[in-house]
């Protein structure tokens, strides 16, 4: 069975950091860019990062330039977003996708694979 796992969310306080994982079972990672993505209440969801699939490429949303770090460890096969200075406007869910790429790019589009979410509350 192909899927995406998500972990590390929680509650943290304005300021503080965590670490999200996404780790893939039933298919190798190595063949796929990754998306972090992120959905609030009552908004839309949001591309927040994403990486190549060979880590040469990655973007950032402009709300988390400067905060968020991504990067990936295909031997493990994970994929991991640091995240610093969080704020409350970062509180969400924040779900991972894969999309097979033959290049070594990235975007927020055509995801083949979804997790199913982990929750990021950011309050004092």
């Known amino acids: 069975q192909l899927q995406l796992v998500e972990s590390g969310g929680g509650l943290v306080q304005p300021g503080g950091s965590l670490r999200l994982s996404c780790a893939a079972s039933?298919?190798?990672?190595?063949?796929?860019?990754i998306g972090w993505f992120r959905q609030a209440p009552g908004k839309e969801r949001e591309g927040v990062s994403c990486?190549?699939?060979?880590?040469?490429?990655?973007n950032y949303a402009d709300s988390v330039k400067g905060r968020f770090t991504i990067s990936r460890d295909n031997a493990k096969n994970t994929v991991y977003l640091q995240m610093n200075s969080l704020k409350p406007e970062d509180t969400a869910v924040y779900y991972c996708?894969?999309?097979?790429?033959?290049?070594?790019?990235?975007?927020?589009?055509?995801?083949?694979?979804w997790g199913k979410g982990t929750l990021v509350t950011v309050s004092s």
């Open positions: 039933g298919f190798t990672l190595d063949y796929y860019a």
């Open positions: 990486i190549s699939r060979r880590g040469g490429t990655t």
């Open positions: 996708a894969a999309d097979q790429q033959l290049l070594d790019r990235c975007s927020f589009y055509g995801m083949d694979y």
